[in-house]
């Protein structure tokens, strides 16, 4: 007999109670929002310690959540980190995934695991608004045609993109494949090749621009605004470069206000403060710094925006956001726009060296957060965290038994529960890596100038190996690798064991 006692019923009772808080939790999924800055630094951030730039809405979110000081990147530019924060899969083991231009094939394989298409299987709905950067098609893209393999066929069920930069061409938002506004009669061509005939370009018409280039930036204008790469036609479907901030955030609130009765994934990667730095007019001004501050104000202000969309809907509390930035700060990334000239004392790298193309910790040692109201206690952590974890921890956070080699299910981190993060952590750079184990930073000998003379940013580049106490060193300065040869030794042993051999053209691989 099945209840023969009482404890036996007390027993039986506890087991329902239990399952059915279990089927509950089941039930109301959190939604997950990732929203991705292009180019901020660790010091661009009020909560890190900028003064002459106001991001009150980062704060608030740094101090209502879990906010990381040893929060990363994966690369320390734009395709690499966007490609591992989708996928789980470091960067350097996909070729392709360099710096794009605007014309290049999809480099995320069709099969491929990714955080949406994993969320998919858990029945949730997908979405990516904003910057894409991980190529359209599978070459030779007809921009008058759905334009595919895209996020669509990755496991995003909405897609509204820029395609590749601000910067560079095709300068028109694409919404599930079509180009959006597009007047058939008026045809797009792209090309980074050569010019189209006729066609002025910011090399030979500077008077027809308004932003003036320094460096790259001089084929087709937009807006008055040079770019990388040629592009004919498509003029009714031509974004407006002031308005890009309004038209994702706008995008971004319908979706919400649509599918908040269902668990969602919303990947919202805006575009600043990447160049060409073009807030809208209302934030001119608002920052000393010059268009880079003031379109730094304006995303802070989208992402209160954001906040409040939630808040209004009655889903902050069950909203897990993260916040984060593909890679660290550039002042001038090839446009004459003042950021360096306003920069002052400002430090967009904190207190790190380098910045954005660098090996340094500047390159990948970004503003990173979590937040969910009610759930996450507000914290500082010290634990190392990376982008590359999201895919896993997110699996986590639903109940999906995804997990890629690569990326390290870190949850518990993530919501502030333990500070026990990565013990190690591979740094790409242009092609370049390095390597993170506790508070040790080993990078190799790279050939290649210490400094990009045009960007101003030390590239972390020597002739030997270069080894670092981030405890007592954090702006990597002295270089301990001639004064500890085990720990250099240590470091380089675990190193390989994740990347192999091969991976520095210099010669000089071997110790002394
Ligand atoms: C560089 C561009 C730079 C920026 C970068 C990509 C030149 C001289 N420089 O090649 O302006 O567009 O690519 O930035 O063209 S990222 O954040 O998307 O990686
Ligand atoms: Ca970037």
């Keep these: 007999?099945?209840?023969?006692?009482?404890?036996?019923?007390?027993?039986?009772?506890?087991?329902?109670?239990?399952?059915?808080?279990?089927?509950?939790?089941?039930?109301?999924?959190?939604?997950?929002?990732?929203?991705?800055?292009?180019?901020?630094?660790?010091?661009?951030?009020?909560?890190?310690?900028?003064?002459?730039?106001?991001?009150?809405?980062?704060?608030?979110?740094?101090?209502?959540?879990?906010?990381?000081?040893?929060?990363?990147?994966?690369?320390?530019?734009?395709?690499?980190?966007?490609?591992?924060?989708?996928?789980?899969?470091?960067?350097?083991?996909?070729?392709?995934?360099?710096?794009?231009?605007?014309?290049?094939?999809?480099?995320?394989?069709?099969?491929?695991?990714?955080?949406?298409?994993?969320?998919?299987?858990?029945?949730?709905?997908?979405?990516?608004?904003?910057k894409w950067h991980l190529g359209l098609g599978d070459g030779n893209v007809d921009w008058n045609e759905l334009v595919t393999p895209g996020p669509n066929e990755l496991g995003f069920d909405y897609s509204y993109i820029l395609a590749a930069t601000q910067d560079r061409v095709p300068t028109v938002y694409i919404e599930d494949g079509n180009v959006v506004g597009l007047d058939p009669n008026d045809p797009i061509t792209v090309s980074y090749k050569k010019n189209f005939e006729g066609e002025p370009t910011g090399l030979d018409n500077p008077e027809l621009t308004t932003m003036k280039w320094h460096h790259g930036h001089n084929n087709s204008i937009v807006n008055g605004i040079p770019r990388i790469g040629f592009m004919k036609g498509g003029d009714a479907a031509k974004w407006s470069d002031i308005d890009m901030a309004d038209e994702f955030l706008n995008r971004v609130k319908s979706y919400i206000k649509k599918n908040k009765e269902k668990p969602f994934f919303l990947y919202y990667p805006m575009q600043q403060p990447h160049v060409p730095r073009t807030p809208h007019p209302r934030f001119n001004g608002v920052s000393d710094l010059g268009p880079r501050g003031d379109a730094i104000a304006e995303a802070d202000w989208c992402l209160g925006e954001l906040k409040k969309t939630l808040e209004a809907e009655g889903i902050l509390e069950n909203t897990l956001i993260i916040f984060s930035s593909d890679n660290g700060p550039v002042l001038n990334d090839g446009y004459f726009d003042d950021a360096d000239v306003r920069n002052g004392d400002h430090k967009p790298w904190g207190p790190f060296r380098g910045g954005k193309y660098s090996l340094f910790e500047a390159g990948t040692h970004v503003p990173f957060i979590t937040y969910w109201k009610g759930k996450i206690k507000p914290g500082v952590s010290d634990a190392i965290v990376s982008q590359l974890d999201l895919l896993s921890s997110i699996a986590q956070l639903v109940g999906s038994k995804v997990r890629t080699p690569d990326s390290e299910p870190m949850l518990e981190v993530l919501m502030g529960n333990s500070d026990q993060g990565r013990t190690e952590l591979v740094l790409e750079a242009t092609s370049r890596t390095a390597f993170r184990k506790g508070d040790w930073v080993m990078i190799p000998p790279y050939k290649g100038p210490a400094v990009n003379e045009k960007v101003q940013i030390e590239l972390g580049n020597d002739s030997e190996f270069q080894l670092f106490n981030l405890v007592n060193d954090i702006g990597q300065q002295n270089n301990l690798a001639e004064a500890n040869p085990d720990k250099l030794k240590e470091m380089l042993n675990a190193f390989e064991v994740i990347r192999g051999k091969g991976y520095s053209k210099t010669q000089k691989l071997e110790l002394k």
Excluded at 49 to 57: D, E, Q, R, Y
Excluded at 62 to 70: D, I, L, P, R, V
Aim: glycine share 10%.
């Design 1 to 130: 007999m099945l209840f023969h006692n009482k404890y036996n019923t007390a027993l039986m009772l506890f087991a329902l109670l239990f399952f059915s808080c279990a089927e509950k939790v089941e039930e109301v999924k959190p939604n997950v929002i990732i929203v991705y800055m292009d180019d901020l630094g660790y010091g661009d951030v009020g909560y890190n310690g900028a003064k002459k730039l106001k991001t009150p809405n980062m704060d608030a979110l740094a101090k209502g959540g879990m906010s990381f000081n040893n929060g990363y990147a994966t690369s320390a530019t734009c395709t690499p980190s966007r490609y591992a924060l989708l996928t789980g899969v470091y960067p350097w083991r996909e070729k392709r995934a360099k710096i794009l231009p605007g014309t290049a094939p999809l480099i995320i394989g069709r099969d491929q695991m990714t955080i949406p298409r994993m969320l998919k299987q858990e029945g949730y709905q997908t979405a990516i608004i904003g």
